[in-house]
């Protein structure tokens, strides 16, 4: 791991950002660690509407298998930081997470964006009604179908409430992120990604725009990403050894 420098948060805003790498050491794959196969899965035929179609038995597997896998595994030291850190700076903090795992709220963090969906959620894949809760496991049997469709005298699967490759991001969640970055014009701010190897757009350009509205910005991953050179200073090491020393939790007496 680089030398890791202390993070001046006195006064500023945190937008952090982070994505599968974050959860490495909780010991969930990543895509990039895998060559762009998600266990071992091609991402187009488990995460993009076309694979759904084509098999959604193959992709409510997919789903149920990593739905099943999270809850054995626990949040890490990456995770905890950045809980520790939110509680610290409060409404100054956002977290902006591309994970689907659930384990940034399994480690305390609340003001948590999940721009990519969660796998513990379902929605219906015709109709507009509100995604819901679900835990449920669609391993084998009839695949889960929406009641709301159904009594309108039409079929339709139900499927997990996640943004699939070609699928818009949630507007609600592009805008509030935006108002974070635009509050307080003038007072300093920070956008830190952590774990994510910026290849995946819109969220890869999220730099970009902080870096138009004057924050400093850094990352931390293990390896260069493909849009390092946007940032202004980078941490190449595991996020659970650099997040506490990043935000100086492995000072004596904190
Ligand atoms: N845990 C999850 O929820 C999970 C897992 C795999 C994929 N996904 C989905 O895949 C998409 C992939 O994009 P992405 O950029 O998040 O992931 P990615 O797999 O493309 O990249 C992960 C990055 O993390 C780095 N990395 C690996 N271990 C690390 C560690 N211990 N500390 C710091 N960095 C580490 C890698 O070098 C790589 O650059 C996301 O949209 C996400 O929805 C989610
Ligand atoms: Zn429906």
């Known amino acids: 791991m680089t030398p890791v420098p202390t993070l001046d948060l006195e006064d500023a805003r ?56 999270a809850k054995t595994v626990q949040p890490n030291a990456g995770h905890r930081a950045l809980a520790d850190v939110e509680k610290r700076l409060q409404d100054r903090f ?33 109709c507009d009604r509100a995604p819901f809760d679900d835990q449920a496991l669609y391993l084998e049997g009839a695949l889960p179908v929406c009641r709301v469709c159904e009594g309108a005298g039409h079929e339709a699967l139900l499927r997990p409430d996640i943004v699939w490759f070609g699928e818009m991001l949630d507007q609600g969640h592009l805008r509030a992120i935006d108002a974070f970055m635009r509050r307080d014009p003038g007072s300093p701010s920070v956008f830190l990604a952590v774990g994510t190897s910026g290849v995946v757009w ?35 090491g595991k996020s659970a050894e650099v997040l506490p020393a990043l935000f100086g939790l492995n000072r004596a007496g904190h």
């Not at 399994?106 to 796998?119: K, Q, T």
């Open 94 to 126: 956002m977290l902006v997470t591309q994970n689907i795992d659930g384990l940034h709220q399994r480690a305390g963090s609340d003001r948590v964006i999940e721009i990519h969906g969660s796998l513990f959620r379902t929605k219906c894949s015709r």
């Open 202 to 236: 819109p969220v890869a350009g999220l730099v970009n725009l902080a870096r138009s509205l004057g924050a400093s910005t850094c990352l931390v991953n293990a390896e260069p990403a493909d849009n390092t050179s946007r940032f202004h200073s980078f941490v190449q």
């Open 14 to 69: 945190l937008l952090v950002l982070t994505g599968a790498g974050v959860s490495a050491e909780s010991g969930l794959a990543t895509f990039r660690d895998s060559n762009g196969l998600w266990e071992q899965h091609d991402v187009q035929d488990v995460a993009s509407p076309e694979g759904f179609e084509r098999d959604p038995r193959l992709v409510w597997k997919f789903y149920s298998l990593r739905r099943e896998q």
